[in-house]
């Protein structure tokens, strides 16, 4: 149980290094396909966040802040500045904790259940329908200015954690992503502007 919360929640704080995100199913309107090609033509963002989950465990919802980066096709990094410094870095199906002067290495292969969650984070990102119709029913709502993708886990044991993950945003930009667990626990992204280089 503890396991599946730790990989959830590292996986929503992963799903918003960036102001971008689509994906698409085969029968998508028109203005998916334009989203995609905006999204593959992103090479990096670099964005502040505020985070809220909300856990059944827990009397009131843990809140934090900082910064996300995305470089393409595959590196994601979290940087949490409030309320305690903590980088997340994910790169080359290994992920990188760093608290302090400790660093936890992680490969995913040894977490398979986690595998097609940060999957359809990257693919996301990268604008790759093939690789989010893989482990997601992608439903896509709305037009370039104002858009819906719903992600609705195919695998019944990445159902029996991750109800589903929706992400909101403008033209290639990601404006909030939701993540809702099976258990009812949910956390809530919004990706704030750009920072400037």
Known sequence: MRLR????GV????????????A??????PAFDELLQLLASRRHGHVTFTEVQQLAMLDRPLQSSGELLYDAPDRLEK?????????????????????????????????PQAVPFIESIRATLAGDRAALERF??????GTLAHWTLLLVPVDATL?????DVRIEG???????????????????LSIGPEVPP
């Open 170 to 188: 403008e033209r290639d930009v990601i404006r909030t992503v939701q993540i809702r667990q099976s258990d009812g626990d949910r956390s809530l």
């Open 79 to 111: 940087r949490t500045l409030k309320p305690k410094a903590q980088t997340l870095v994910l790169e080359h199906g290994v992920m990188r904790v760093r608290r302090g002067h400790r660093t936890h290495v992680m490969e995913l292969r040894d977490y």
């Open 11 to 22: 996986m929503s704080t992963l799903a918003l290094a960036v102001a971008c995100a689509a």
């Open 5 to 8: 919360r730790r990989g959830v």
């Open 24 to 29: 698409a199913q085969s029968t998508a309107p």
């Open 136 to 141: 997601f029913r992608v439903q896509f709502d």
């Open 159 to 163: 159902a029996g954690a991750v109800k």
